[in-house]
């Protein structure tokens, strides 16, 4: 199953992550928001759409870098899903949470501290390790 996520930058050197509600899997831990990609829909067109109903902010596509993905060890998952990160740099957005998580902008060091589904846990390391300390 295909999955996007958005690394969301604010200009400032913070990234946007989004805390899971209590109720889902995953639930209470911070993730790179996005969310399942649809039959008949590109990756850019699923991230674009999951961001505006989880944090009712317009990406425009241009701005939609493919960074790193993550995937899960197919035995241990009945339907194993890939995550395709996308870095985007959109200074003075104003993301807010529409389905009941918290948002919130961190740097790399504390989002290393955050706790994380594994994939975003991968997906993390993958972006930071790219950038200069
Ligand atoms: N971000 C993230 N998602 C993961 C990981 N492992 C894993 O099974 N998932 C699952 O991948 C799916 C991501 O899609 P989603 O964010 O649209 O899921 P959701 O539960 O919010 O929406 P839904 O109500 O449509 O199922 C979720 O079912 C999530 O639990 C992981 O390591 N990181």
Not at 54 to 73: G, I, K, N, R, S
Not at 81 to 108: K, Q
Request: glycine content about 8%; some cysteine.
């Amino acid at each position: 199953m295909p999955v996007v996520a958005l690394a969301l930058e604010d200009g400032e050197g913070r990234w946007l992550m989004h805390k899971r509600p209590k109720h889902k899997h995953h639930g209470g831990l911070w993730e790179f928001p996005g969310g399942k990609v649809e039959l008949n829909e590109t990756p850019t067109n699923a991230l674009v759409r999951e961001i505006e109903e989880e944090l009712a902010v317009v990406l425009p596509p241009d701005t939609l870098v493919p960074e790193a993905f993550a995937q899960q060890e197919p035995a241990k998952h009945e339907c194993p899903i890939v995550i395709l990160l996308y870095n985007c740099r959109l200074p003075g957005c104003d993301p807010r949470s529409m389905e009941g998580g918290e948002v919130g902008w961190f740097t790399p060091k504390e989002i290393d501290a955050l706790d994380k589904p594994p994939l975003d846990q991968d997906l993390a390391r993958s972006l930071f390790a790219k950038m200069p300390d």
